[in-house]
């Protein structure tokens, strides 16, 4: 063959080789990341077990063997006693057996944290008080299969003044009690061996626990934020060797894995850790599995591969264990995925899921959380917050678009004017289950953008400004010049605690960046003498608070006459009748002073899911959402949401439930009675106290304190920072120079009115 | 009568002739097909990542928002021609390239043909002048507001001076302060592209010239500037590329709302960008091209007004 001929040969095969390596490239470019809509080669398909034992305590409960061991207490009433025991949970038939501990000495025994041991035994460090409690003695105790005490040794110089946090056993009955940043180690015996100080790099222990190997590891939190894995050599006295990348999300147990050397879950999802790699594969979705992650208290891997996790849900006291077992996805019944997408993902998201996916046969719904903490290094949160954003904004326009969205941390009504969100207007009329009437009104006016209804949340808190009545009026009102002319009214006193120059701009500017901003025009008045007196008054606050110094509680100033007014949230109807405590029968809710005057009584709504607009199950989303408003309360909890409910009848019972008094009563339903015959109302429940002594308990709220919390109610209305806080941002950062001292007042309105004018004719 | 013998195939010349033509055309379709295979995966890499965003930007400039996608026509561009915030930036925007373009390609002109003449330390001054180019864009922001900041070094220089502390970037002297911050970084580059243009003029025009007793300005005007047409046009097509490139630093001195003398097209679309509001960027953006597909345009022409006697 010809030289030139052989070139062009060779030339040819050159080009096509690369031309095929550019095509399998392009190829690879379709690969999408959509996480729970794509197909899964395995689910974990669960069978859920209820403990038939009202004693049983889900919160301690230990794999050992193929039983559930764990402590519950007996009382006798007849003698007055109670009795601890250990009680084992056999998975195989479901059977319990019960040993009372019996103690070699008559002490004040309280056993604290246990751990249980291949052989039925139980060892627990146990705290032995004296009678008025004042002193303690600390105690590693070991009982054995039968209940009965085998020793204690003290080990309370070892402890002196740490809390313990856990004990475990590893493979050779060793034990090992953690506390703080440090590790004791005693043999199976009892006998001191020796301690591990993990010195101040680390903030503390957080889980201790067996892997794979038999060996004993511990998790714990660095000074510097990091998450540190580690094993314990135990004849060194000291930890071994590290391993990253272990998930800082896991909760307060290091579990041994299946295939791979941990479990670990971090309230969504369950993973394994594998220590020679040192990275985490995901296996599961607790949600996949119809459990929600954040009510999971414990979980193991089984020998037979399935996972046993015990769940507890203290709305509806559904606790039991679920056992997972590794399926193929195409062996099971498929349903039609919905999508949540959420930012944060909490636990009243993943209960409303579950609940709906036990009872839906059509739908199943699946959460996206767009904010990873296992990814979070503890640097800059407006990063990574951005980034999640971000990434959602990027799943909107595409067509990786949730069904529903979880409105906190959103920006609603940039989304909304995008035309994001279905209006639930019609879905409401055409409801058998909920109308507009059933919910407040100024809530659902505040989900409602240019005419359409974007959601209805569930719940909703307040904020409001209270002062004493005989200073600012007992009119709900006030305008910006009222309150700077009542600071200049009282030099010596401070107008806010614990107010910064940044915090009281937020204030002033709560319900007022509207006043200088006309969005129809564009104009906007930063370089006005409104707001520069503003801005001179924002400057008379400190640059910082110095939390150190903090030795007279807030409610001490105010009743000294050191600070005049106080930031109150109102979540539930006890919070007015402590306002009235603090300004001793005089309180006037006054609220953020406006420019007009008008009641600045601030509504901040949660738990809002809306439905997107790009959605393809748009009629199950609705069922989700209508069965999620309509759900039913537990009558023993109350109000399951931190707040006020949304629904008009929700929110009625628990006013009248706020009024309502009870007495104690036993088990029986029998009414405690006190030494005059007359039975023993219970509180109104819990109390607050602060270190320098003031402390206030909850009564049962007065008639007129829950119908002034409906009236604030009414007229409570959402922020004006309706473009974000990009207005406060802005001068935030521009009058920063202004307060050190380094600019004039009109050069920095000047500077703010030029960028906030730029700002508003872009979004105008 | 002689009949001429074939010794291959013994057809005759005419069927010979169409045989070798078809041959010929079959031979041509493959070569076509086989070099269109060999594009095709360059081509789809053109269209998947140039041509087919082009066509989703033309798409979403006439919807009225990415998520229903209704077609509104051209109620974006219109919308956007109102609005006040594009329009400040779009003056702004012209105003900078229309300082900044013409001053990169004189100066990285002069600083050429000074750099050209024999002078002591060339090289280092060469080294000097194209050192910036290399700087990281958060050092060039860190240098900047080393200097620029209300408390930086050229206000502690002015108040020792006697003067008053200017706000430097916040004040109608920002533009004054980007303006200065493109030329440091872009003259380097522009001056070694000048002095390559400068190294190959012919010799011997020049010596011609000289001879025929020309002014250097006559040379210079008459000789250099249009050898030098090609490389002007280039250096300024590349100077208004990186005009906008400016937008980077100036985000990082000011973030998404700067004072209103530096809030430029780029600021605008950025911030359009992040609020979703993908059909007022787009709208932007094809705007935006269609004025750079004019002044390219012009230059284009001029250059081949000027420069096309030279050229071979």
Known sequence: ?764 | MRVKRFKKSGKPPEASAKGHQNKSTRRMRKIKISSGAYIAPSFLGVLAFFILPFLVVIYYSLVDNPISGNFVFLDNFTSIMGNTAFRRAVHNTFMFSAVAVPLAVVLSLLLAIVLEAKLPFRSQFRTFFLSPMMVPVASIVLIWQVLFHYNGAVNEVLVALGGDKIDWVKSDYGLVVIIILFLWKNLGYNMILFMAALASIPKDILEVAELESARPLQTFFYIKIRYLSSTLLFVAIMSLINSFKIFREVYLLTTDYPYDSIYTLQHFMNNKFKSLDYQTLSAAAILMSLVMIVIIGVLFIAENRFGKDVEG
């Open chain 1, 1 to 764: 063959m010809k030289p030139t001929k052989k070139r062009t040969i060779r030339r040819r095969l050159l080009a096509m080789a690369l031309a095929a390596a550019t095509a399998f490239s392009l190829a690879a470019c379709g690969n999408s990341s959509g996480g729970e809509t794509e197909k899964k080669e395995w689910v974990w398909v669960p069978e859920f077990v209820t403990i038939e034992d009202e004693t049983v305590s889900y919160y301690d409960m230990q794999l050992v063997g193929d039983a559930l061991c764990y402590q519950s207490y007996d009382y006798d009433e007849e003698t007055g006693e109670s009795t601890q025991s250990i009680c084992k949970y056999a998975l195989a038939d479901g059977s319990i057996t019960k040993t009372p501990l019996s103690y070699a000495e008559e002490k004040n025994w309280n056993l604290n944290r246990v751990a249980f041991a291949q052989d039925g035994s139980m060892y627990g460090v146990t705290n032995v008080y004296n009678e008025d409690y004042t002193k303690s003695e600390t105690f590693l105790c070991k009982f054995d299969a039968d209940g009965k005490q085998i020793f204690a040794e003290d080990m309370t110089d070892l402890v002196a003044d740490s809390y313990t946090d856990s004990i475990a056993i590893d493979g050779d009955g060793r034990v090992y009690v953690t506390g703080e940043a440090n590790i004791w180690l005693f043999d199976a015996d009892g006998n001191k061996r020796g301690t591990v100080a993990l010195g101040s790099d680390v903030n503390w222990i957080r889980s201790m626990g067996r892997g794979k190997d038999g060996k004993m590891y511990i998790c714990y939190y660095g000074s510097n934020g990091s998450t540190t894995l580690c094993d314990i050599d135990f004849d060194g006295n000291k930890t071994g060797n590290t391993y990253e990348n272990f998930l800082s999300g896991n909760n307060n147990k290091l579990v041994a894995g299946i295939e791979k050397d941990f479990l670990t879950q971090d309230g969504s999802r369950v993973y394994e850790y594998d220590l020679k790699s040192q990275t985490s594969t995901e296996l599961f979705s607790w949600l996949d599995s119809d459990i929600n992650g954040s009510n999971v208290q414990g979980f193991w891997g089984l020998e037979d591969g399935r996972i046993l996790a015990v769940t507890t849900d203290y709305e509806t006291d559904e606790n039991g264990i679920a056992l997972l077992t590794k399926t193929k996805a195409s062996e099971v019944p498929q349903k039609e995925t919905i999508l949540i997408g959420s930012l944060y993902g909490d636990s009243n998201i993943q209960s409303a899921a579950v609940k709906f996916n036990k009872s839906n046969d059509k739908y199943h719904i699946s959460i996206r959380e767009y904010l990873n903490y296992n990814d979070y290094d503890g640097d800059d949160y407006q990063a990574f917050m951005t980034d999640g954003i971000n990434r959602l904004n990027n799943d909107i326009t595409s067509n990786n678009c949730p069904d529903i969205l979880d409105l906190s941390g959103l920006n609603i009504k940039q989304l909304a004017t995008k035309g994001v969100f279905e209006d639930l207007n019609g879905y409401l009329e055409k409801s058998g289950k909920l109308s507009r009437e059933d919910f407040l009104a100024n809530v659902l006016e505040a989900y409602t953008v240019d005419g359409k209804l974007v959601s209805i949340p569930y719940s909703f808190q307040m904020s409001t400004v209270v002062g004493k009545g005989s200073e600012v009026g007992t009119e709900m009102g006030w305008t910006l010049e009222e309150l700077i002319a009542y600071a200049d009214a009282h030099p010596d006193a401070l107008l806010f605690d614990n107010k910064t120059k940044d915090a009281i701009m937020m204030t002033l500017m709560a319900y007022n960046a509207d006043y200088f901003i006309d969005w129809s025009t564009g104009e906007c008045r930063f370089d006005s003498e409104e707001f520069k007196d503003i801005l001179n008054f924002a400057n008379r606050f400190p640059e910082e608070y110095d939390w150190e110094k903090e030795d007279v509680s807030t409610p001490n100033k105010i009743q000294k006459g050191q600070v005049l007014l106080y930031e109150e949230n109102i979540y539930d109807f006890n919070e007015l009748q402590m306002c009235n405590e603090i300004f001793q029968g005089d309180a006037s809710y006054i609220g953020y002073p406006t420019m007009d005057g008008s009641v600045g009584c601030m509504l901040s709504a949660s738990q809002a899911y809306a439905i997107t607009s790009k959605s393809g199950h748009k009629d199950g989303a609705w069922e989700f959402i209508e069965g999620f408003l309509t759900k039913e309360e537990n009558p023993d909890r109350g109000f399951s949401s931190f707040g006020f409910p949304t629904m008009k009848g929700k929110l009625n019972a628990m006013a009248a439930d706020a009024v309502e008094v009870k007495y104690y009563t036993d088990e029986n339903g029998e009414l405690y009675y006190d030494e005059n015959g007359e039975p023993i109302p219970m509180g109104g429940g819990g109390g607050i106290s602060y270190g320098d002594g003031w402390s206030y308990e909850y009564r049962i709220p007065t008639q007129e304190e829950v119908d002034l919390a409906l009236s604030l109610m009414e007229i409570a209305k959402p922020v004006s920072y309706s473009q974000g806080d990009e207005v406060l941002n802005i001068i935030n950062e521009e009058a920063a120079p202004f307060y050190k001292g380094q600019k004039s007042v009109d050069e920095v309105a000047s500077v703010i009115q030029s960028r906030i004018k730029i700002y508003v004719g872009e979004n105008k």
